[in-house]
């Protein structure tokens, strides 16, 4: 089970295009998981990380990052994915703009630079 996963996952997931490639299976679709990526990323010793699909946010009224859990992290402190979790949101703002072609961190509306630090 996604821990994060979005309520409205059917048309999000038709906007991303997230089915898989062979089978055409429809994917888990949640919001950022800010603790999940922390903990892949200092257990890998990343430097950098790439997001992917930040266009497909683009005028999202829900927009939501996951930035702790509730419930009881005694059985994983360290990687407490589990059911009995529920995520603790920071809501942010979104952005009307399309970013479609931005390639550059400066090109992005200011709200879409915050999502992103």
């Not at 062979?22 to 430097?47: I, S």
């Not at 992917?52 to 927009?63: A, Q, R």
Request: charged share 25%; hydrophobic share 40%.
């Amino acid at each position: 089970t996604l821990i994060t996963a979005m309520e409205e996952q059917d048309a999000f997931r038709e906007l991303a295009g997230e089915f898989g490639a062979t089978t055409g299976r429809p994917r888990d679709m949640g919001y950022f998981d800010a603790v999940a990526t922390k903990n892949g990323v200092e257990l890998q010793a990343a430097t950098e990380i790439a997001l992917t699909k930040v266009d497909c946010l683009t005028g999202l009224n829900d927009l939501k990052i996951c930035v702790g859990y509730e419930g009881d992290h005694s059985e994983n402190p360290i990687w407490p994915q589990t059911a009995a979790l529920a995520p603790i949101y920071e809501k942010m703002e979104s952005w009307s703009e399309d970013i479609t072609g931005c390639r550059k961190f400066e090109e992005l509306p200011v709200a879409a630079q915050k999502y992103v630090l």
